[in-house]
Structure formats: structure tokens, C-alpha cells
């Protein structure tokens, strides 16, 4: 069963919780997609499946300038982690309110990075689980575009680029939040973190997993899938990868 909820004013603060009671939901896995995607992505609507089978309710919800939150005329013009990790907090405290007491969150790519930080901000969540996560995003930007593309970025307000489904454009304001934003403090990470990641990812190199993974100090795991790209493409690859996030996160939230 599924309801749509609202946890604010905005259009943005809005999502799809699926549980076996949504209306009161106790045990909840917040859902946290990657750039240019939306909340009924592939993983997304996977993983929903896999915990509702555990009794265990999902919310996924559009980020800022995604899906159904988007303004067509100039969809990722609010696109920024400041409010990213706005809406998460957001989702965070309106499931408690309406009584959950188990939660955890699942991030993938950029979903990742507002993972992370969501749970540096809320260290009673009980699991994170991270999907070819980005740790460190300006340094890609830079390895990209270049000096001349980022220069070009920043002078003209507006980088314009093609994705699979036509072009996008992206606020230099985007880039600017990221800079502005602290590092992630891994020391306030106290959840257990599961990270899977290919070794070909060609968009978030799996490096930055394996810093990750070497710097947190809570309890954790890395499984690094051999050949598999940033999207999992090759059905093999997306069922490992689905099958380990949701046993990581179902062991860590089910009540005995």
C-alpha cells in the first residue's frame, strides 16, 4: 500500500511512502536518487519492493528541479545539496513525528552524498546504504570540464550539457553550494555504512569509495563489484548490487 505524503509547504517537500501501514509507519528506508533521475528510478522502485516483502515501508521523493518537483521552464534552477539535505531532514523528522522509530536511508550517486551528510546530521539513523556514491563532487566537476569549462561555468551563470534523454542546465549556483558546504565529518557518523560500487564506474571513480571506507569510523563495509559501470547496466551487476543493499539494510532495521 502506498499514500502520498507532505512534510512542508514547498513542492518539493512531498514524497511516496509504500509500507505494509503507511499511515503509521515505524521501520522506514528513505530514498535518495541520483542527479537527473527521480524518485521512481529503477533502484528505487527495486528496493521498495524487496523491503515491503521485509515489512519494511519506503518514502522516495523528487529532489529539488527533478521529476514531478521540476518547473519545466528551468527544471534544476533550485538544484543544490543545501537543499537536498533540507528535504531529507524534512522527510527525517516528519517519520518520526508520525511515530517511526527505525529508519534508515539509501543514496545513490549524488543520493549518496545526501546520504552521507544526512546521517553526519541525524546519528540515530540505524543503517546507510550507499550506491557508487559521491563523496568529494567539485573535484569531478573540475576533472570534466576542465579550467576553461569551469571558467566558462562560472563567467556565464549556466553550464549546458547533454544527458541521455536531450540537455540539461545547471545554475553555477549549484557548484558554488558545494563549495560553501563543509567537508563531510565522517567522526559524526555513528550508522553502519554499506557501500557497493563498481570498479568501472567511469562517472564516480571507486576511488572515492575506498577513501570513504577508509576514513569512517563507524561500523561499515565496501563490496566492490568487478567490471560493473556507474549504472549497473549489465542485469548481473544491478541484482548484486540490489540484493546487497537490501540485506545490508534489512539486517540492521529488522526488529527481532
Known sequence: MQIEITWGQSADERGLLTGP?????????????????????????TLTDLFLAQDIATLRFDFAGHGSSADP???LAPFT????????????????EQGATRIG??????????ALRTAARHPDLLAVGLKCPVVDYPPLWQARLGD???????????????THTGRASLLYGFYH????????????????????????????????????????????ALVVLP??????????????????L??????RLRVD
Not at 501501514?21 to 522502485?45: I, M
Not at 537536498?84 to 531532514?89: H, K
Open 21 to 45: 501501514d503507511p499511515a503509521h509507519p515505524k521501520t522506514v528506508v528513505l530514498l535518495c536518487h541520483g542527479l537527473l533521475s527521480h524518485r521512481d528510478s529503477a533502484t528505487n522502485r
Open 73 to 75: 521552464a528551468d527544471p
Open 81 to 96: 545539496l543545501t537543499r537536498c539535505l533540507e528535504q531529507a531532514s524534512g522527510a527525517i523528522s516528519w517519520l518520526q
Open 105 to 114: 536511508i539509501v543514496g545513490s550517486s549524488f543520493g549518496g552524498l545526501v
Open 148 to 162: 576553461g569549462g569551469m571558467r566558462h561555468w562560472q563567467e556565464s551563470g549556466r553550464l549546458v550539457f547533454a
Open 177 to 220: 553550494d558545494l563549495l560553501s558546504q563543509q567537508a563531510v565529518l565522517l567522526a559524526k557518523i555513528v550508522s553502519p555504512v554499506l557501500i557497493v560500487h563498481g570498479d568501472a564506474d567511469e562517472d564516480v571513480p571507486v576511488a572515492q569509495s575506498r577513501e570513504l571506507f577508509s576514513r569512517l569510523q563507524s561500523p561499515k
Open 227 to 244: 567490471g560493473a559501470d556507474h549504472e549497473f547496466s549489465k542485469p548481473e551487476d544491478f541484482e548484486r548490487m540490489i540484493d546487497l
Open 246 to 251: 537490501a540485506a545490508g539494510m534489512v539486517a
